[in-house]
């Protein structure tokens, strides 16, 4: 069974930055598309950004220019840079990958952007 551990949330004021890591651990044969999606209380669960295995990447519009998603395929990590954070970024955010052909979530770390 592959495990998805998050690191790195926490409150951080508007104009400020934060770095996400998510480390996969288990019995890994194959993995593919790892990104990041976030819920905020009261919505639905959104992507944020995902990067396949040849470092393709794909942005939400609301993200774009501010988070830079990358991965680490020796490490099986992927990161997300958030930087000029806005309160509407506040959510719990999950780290998600395609592994052993199955869909795979990590447990979820809070972002709170608030002064």
């Given at each position: 069974q592959v495990q998805l551990v998050e690191s790195g949330g926490g409150l951080v004021q508007p104009?400020?930055?934060?770095r996400l890591s998510c480390a996969a651990r288990g019995i890994i044969f194959n993995?593919?598309?790892?990104?990041?999606?976030?819920q905020a209380p009261g919505k639905q669960r959104e992507l944020v950004a995902e990067i396949s295995s040849g470092g393709s990447?794909?942005?939400a519009d609301s993200v774009k220019g501010r988070f830079t998603i990358s991965r680490d395929n020796a490490?099986?990590?992927?990161?997300?840079?958030?930087?000029?954070?806005?309160?509407?970024?506040t959510?719990?955010?999950?780290c998600y990958a395609e592994a052993n052909r199955r869909d795979c979530w990590g447990q979820g770390t809070q972002v709170t952007v608030s002064s």
């Open positions: 104009g400020g930055s934060l993995i593919n598309n790892m990104g990041w999606y976030r990447t794909n942005y490490k099986i990590r992927v990161y997300l840079q958030m930087n000029s954070l806005k309160p509407e970024d959510a719990v955010y999950y």
